[in-house]
């Protein structure tokens, strides 16, 4: 099947770190750009960032705290979130790209992370 | 840079045709034809509508449409089904493989 699964999610104290991992499956990972995006509760997506073979490139807003890294050969994408912020706060979506300008066309169904003391 | 404008809600009744707006700018929208369009039903993942302004997905309805004009891209839904009341977001590329995506409209199918 087709797929992705993020795992990682939780509760995290202001400051604190968190790595998010994406298991993609039924597809050949190394084709395809790799992205995350995230959705505050209530509010809209947000792209975050993305990585091809040869690019990685987030969003302006981020200000390098958050890394983003993939593992072809274990089909994995990984997200890691530094200096965490209440503002970080969101459900983080794993979504797949046939090239870096197109389309977000598999999503995975979203790990949790909450930022509060 | 603050997200694509897209109006908050839009509503119609079953069988009627409703469009949903999405305006950018001369970095993004008016740029490039890589506007893509998302359904996003209730404590759901997104789902690809849309994308290269007016490419379907396999699988997707000839129902939903999307064209562009200058820095405004649309979707149009026509024959509304029950199944179409969610969440729409429009989303275009901004050069230098990053993106952007609008703030999201509530369709609500009367």
């Known amino acids: 099947e087709v797929q992705l699964v993020e795992s990682g999610g939780g509760l995290v104290k202001p400051g604190g770190s968190l790595r998010l991992s994406c298991a993609a499956s039924?597809?050949?990972?190394?084709?395809?750009?790799m992205n995350w995006v995230r959705q505050a509760p209530g509010k809209g997506l947000e792209w975050v960032s993305s990585?091809?073979?040869?690019?990685?490139h987030y969003a302006d807003s981020l200000k390098g705290r958050f890394t983003i890294s993939r593992d072809d050969a274990q089909n994995s994408l990984y997200l890691q979130m530094n200096s965490l912020r209440a503002e970080d706060t969101a459900v983080y979506y794993c979504?797949?790209?046939?090239?870096?300008?197109?389309?977000?066309?598999?999503w995975g169904q979203g790990t949790t992370v909450t930022v509060s003391s | 840079q603050s997200a694509l404008t897209q109006p908050r809600s839009v509503s119609g009744s079953p069988g009627q045709s409703v469009t949903i707006s999405c305006t950018g700018t001369?970095?993004?929208?008016?740029?490039?034809?890589?506007v893509s369009w998302y359904r996003q039903h209730p404590g759901k993942a997104p789902k690809l509508m849309i994308y290269?302004?007016?490419k379907r997905p396999s699988g997707v309805p000839e129902r939903f449409s999307g064209s562009k004009s200058g820095n405004t891209a649309s979707l149009t839904i026509s024959g509304l089904q029950a199944e179409d009341e969610a969440d729409y977001y429009c989303?275009?590329?901004?050069?230098?493989?990053?993106?952007?995506f609008g703030g999201g409209t509530r369709l609500t199918v009367l």
């Open positions: 990585i091809t073979n040869t690019h990685i």
């Open positions: 039924g597809f050949n990972f190394r084709n395809y750009d």
């Open positions: 989303c275009s590329y901004r050069g230098t493989y990053t993106s952007i």
């Open positions: 001369s970095s993004d929208v008016d740029n490039y034809d890589y």
């Open positions: 290269d302004v007016t």
């Open positions: 979504a797949r790209r046939p090239s870096a300008i197109g389309g977000f066309d598999l």
